[in-house]
């Protein structure tokens, strides 16, 4: 699977975790369910966001690196 496919997936998952996390907080309403949005949520979507970001250069190298060995 290429760099660009896995991005797309992963980009994939977290919107689907993100819709199923909004589905959720529209029932899920108390001080439990703000903590463990701070607490997990919006720590795991920066850091997701991060590694897509981090997925964009790495897919630069191996294309740098393809075009050096050709």
């Not at 689907?16 to 703000?34: I, M, S």
């Amino acid at each position: 699977m290429s760099v660009l496919a896995t991005k797309a997936r992963l980009a994939g998952l977290l919107k689907q975790l993100n819709a199923a996390w909004d589905e959720t907080r529209a029932t899920w309403t108390d001080d439990n369910a703000r903590d463990f949005h701070q607490r997990y949520m919006v720590e795991l979507t920066a850091e997701v966001e991060k590694t897509l970001l981090a997925m964009d250069g790495l897919e630069a190298l191996m294309r740098k690196v393809r075009e050096e060995c050709e």
